[in-house]
């Protein structure tokens, strides 16, 4: 039986998680659903994007995926089934899984047409689940659906590359638990344009001129522990996904605060890197 997640704005408050989750288990009683996040910011697709790029590619070949972010159909936000890199992903057109298929190119992309299709404000629960369902069950999507090919693009996850390859102009994407602020700037992208160059990154006021590669490196353990860099300092790295981020080490958003209070960045904020030549 294929593994199912859910990836929603709905939060863990109300009943809709849940309903879903019995939902799928009426239908497959043997389903495996993995809950991604239910913590998405209401409607912010962006944020969806991340989480999902950056998750699915762990889960087995043949997984579905269902994303309830801004689920509701329009004329401009049809229902699609989309199968691309082996895994199955029930969406709206948003152009969550047009970021996945920028990368790399879809085996299949349909728009849903169910029949005896239930209209309502819940089509997680009317539309997704039963198209998961019928995959699960080793159905097609040419069942559910005809062929489609209007897919959704994310430009903001696109950095500009500006005056001959000296500056890139990025922008934050999602802010973590932590307050991590991660931006749309990738390793490959900096490492292409950097070479053998110096560089500054801007971030409002604060100037970096190192990117580490562990958290703990900001520390020199060399030095006496009232010498250090440490707790409270910012620093910047590319994490685990490949995308330039900003930290405050050991922060908390609770207590002592994360790089996107301390620096005072929110999604879609400005980051700069200037590379100079010597």
């Known amino acids: 039986m294929a ?10 408050k109300d009943h809709f998680v849940g309903v879903l989750k019995g939902s799928i288990y009426t239908e497959l009683p043997e389903a495996t659903i993995v809950d991604i996040s239910h913590g998405i910011s209401p409607f912010n697709i962006q944020e969806c994007a991340y989480i999902l790029q950056n998750s699915y590619h762990n889960f087995p070949k043949g997984t579905i995926h269902i994303v309830g972010v801004d689920s509701e159909a329009t004329p401009e936000n049809k229902h699609i089934a989309v199968l691309v890199d082996g895994h199955y992903f029930v969406s709206a057109n948003t152009g969550v899984v047009g970021l996945i298929t920028s990368e ?3 085996e299949k992309v349909v728009e849903l047409h169910l029949p005896e299709r239930i209209q309502g404000s819940f089509p997680v629960l009317s539309v997704f689940i039963r198209v998961a369902c019928h995959i699960a069950r080793g159905g097609t999507l040419e069942v559910v659906g005809k062929p489609f090919t209007d897919l959704t693009s994310l430009k903001e996850f696109s950095p500009r590359v500006t005056e001959d390859g000296k500056k890139i102009l990025g922008s934050v994407i999602y802010i973590d638990n932590y307050g991590n602020v991660v931006t749309n700037i990738k390793k490959d992208l900096f490492q292409t344009h950097k070479k053998e160059m110096e560089f500054e990154l801007n971030a409002r006021n604060q100037k970096i001129k190192k990117i580490q590669h562990n958290y703990s490196d900001i520390i020199d353990f060399a030095l006496e522990k009232n010498k250090r860099k440490g707790d409270g300092d910012l620093l910047a790295l590319f994490n685990s996904s490949g995308y330039l981020e900003l930290a405050i080490y050991k922060s908390n958003l609770n207590t002592v605060g994360g ?13 700069v890197i200037d590379f100079i030549e010597q």
Do not use: E, Q, W
Request: aromatic share 8%.
């Open 104 to 106: 790399m190119k879809p």
């Open 259 to 271: 790089a996107s209070t301390l620096l005072g960045l929110d999604y879609r904020d400005t980051i």
């Open 3 to 12: 593994i199912i997640t859910l990836t929603t704005d709905f939060g863990l």
